[in-house]
């Protein structure tokens, strides 16, 4: 299967401070970059859907102008946690996909946790 | 409200001792039912996509099949190894995006 990778794959930071994770499609063009938060022992949750080149389109409920994603590329996106709280602490997952395949390939997650 | 549901929340087998996961979906216009794997602290680790009623597809110990309402993920006999969450997700009408279920945690046991 396609090979997606995050990183980094765990980060620690203090309150108000902005993280970065990055999400990269290794071996195939990702036209469509999904970004997941999944809480200890629940499933994945949906944040928002960025296609390169275009604006991410976010769930409801989920604040654009806290979690910045950015798809600039057909093998990166970004996710930028932005004056980050704990309440923010999870595990951030990104998938990709492209027309031609309707599976999506997930990165191996990035834990954050904010003290 | 495009939905689904998986069951049982968890389980617990013996080693060899083969069983059957259940996912029940309600969308509109399915796209694709998917099943993905997933360690703790590790992301899914995708295994199936099934796309119409009564198709079936087998990997290793393990067989998805797939119906109008539900789809089942059969275990023949397990090993220890295959303890995992077990995630379903569906695609529904002109939308990449996955609606997953709540998952079932497997433990087989030696």
């Known amino acids: 299967g396609a090979v997606v990778s995050q990183h980094p794959s765990w980060v620690i930071c203090k309150s108000g401070t902005s993280v970065k994770i990055e999400c990269r499609s290794l071996?195939?063009?990702?036209?469509?970059m999904f970004w997941y938060r999944q809480f200890p022992k629940q499933s994945l949750m949906l944040m928002a859907t960025s296609n390169e080149g275009s604006k991410a389109t976010y769930e409801q409920g989920v604040e654009k102008d806290k979690f910045l994603i950015n798809h600039a590329s057909l093998t990166l996106s970004t996710l930028t946690v932005t004056s980050a709280h704990p309440e923010d602490s999870s595990f951030y997952i990104c998938?990709?996909?492209?027309?031609?395949?309707?599976?999506?390939?997930f990165g191996p997650g990035t834990r954050l946790t904010v003290l | 409200e495009d939905q689904v549901t998986q069951s049982p929340e968890a389980l617990r087998l013996q080693e060899g001792e083969s069983s059957s996961l259940n996912c029940s979906y309600t969308?509109?216009?399915?796209?694709?039912l998917f099943w993905y794997r997933q360690d703790p602290g590790k992301g899914p680790e995708f295994l199936f996509t099934?796309?119409?009623a009564g198709e079936e597809k087998e990997k290793e110990r393990l067989k998805a099949t797939l119906t109008k309402k539900e789809s089942f993920l059969h275990i023949t006999a397990p090993k220890p190894e295959d303890s995992a969450t077990y995630l379903c997700?569906?695609?529904?009408?002109?939308?990449?995006?996955?609606?997953f279920g709540s998952g079932t945690r497997l433990l087989v046991r030696p």
């Open positions: 099934l796309y119409s």
């Open positions: 998938s990709a996909g492209a027309p031609a395949h309707n599976e999506q390939f």
């Open positions: 071996d195939f063009q990702a036209t469509t």
């Open positions: 969308v509109s216009g399915l796209r694709g």
């Open positions: 997700a569906v695609q529904a009408g002109s939308s990449y995006k996955l609606i």
